[in-house]
């Protein structure tokens, strides 16, 4: 058995989408490899950074995101695998990025409880301090923008008239 800690670059863009770990960003990994009658059983943390953009409001954001991860390397043999010891050594990158990619979020935000963007300016609704806007009045409904239920008891109601036939 062995431990290992180690720091490396990430080889290539890992993920698409809002966001992804970008090539050369720091990888650290602390990584056990053990010995196994099947293999090389191997486990441990994956820990980078993710930049992208946020999903509601656009703005750029860069988190950290942690994985763990444990697969067997199988000795080569007959029995087809999808991981297995090449000359006494196994490759992480694979387990790596699939581990990283597949736990970045798909929709990313910036908080959480971004407001998004104002669907009238198109301004950040967190930084926008104007006056609050009014959605556009439906011309159906102009008739009762008047109404108003705190003045009801004041308000002259209309004479209803019997239209039952007898």
């Known amino acids: 058995m062995r431990e290992l800690d180690l720091e490396i670059p990430a080889p290539e863009k890992w993920g698409e989408g809002l966001v ?10 602390d990584v056990r490899v053990e010995s196994v009658h099947e293999g090389i059983l191997v486990s441990g943390t994956a820990d980078a950074e993710y930049v ?17 991860f444990q697969e067997l390397f ?3 043999g007959e029995e087809a695998t999808d991981f297995e010891v090449q000359d006494d050594h196994v490759d992480l990158e694979t387990l790596v990025r699939d581990a990283i990619v597949l736990s970045l979020p798909f929709q990313p935000v910036c908080q959480p409880d971004c407001p998004g963007l104002d669907p009238a300016t198109g301004e950040r609704m ?17 008739a ?23």
């Open 20 to 29: 992804s770990i970008e090539a050369g960003s720091p990888v650290a990994l």
């Open 126 to 142: 967190t930084t926008n301090t104007g006056a609050e806007q009014r959605e556009p009045l439906d011309p159906r409904w102009a």
């Open 52 to 68: 992208g953009v946020c999903g509601r409001c656009l703005t750029d954001i860069a988190e950290g995101v942690e994985v763990e």
């Open 144 to 166: 009762l923008q008047g109404y108003t239920t705190d003045h009801d008891d004041e308000a002259p109601r209309p004479d209803v008239e019997n239209t039952e036939e007898s």
């Open 74 to 76: 199988a000795y080569p």
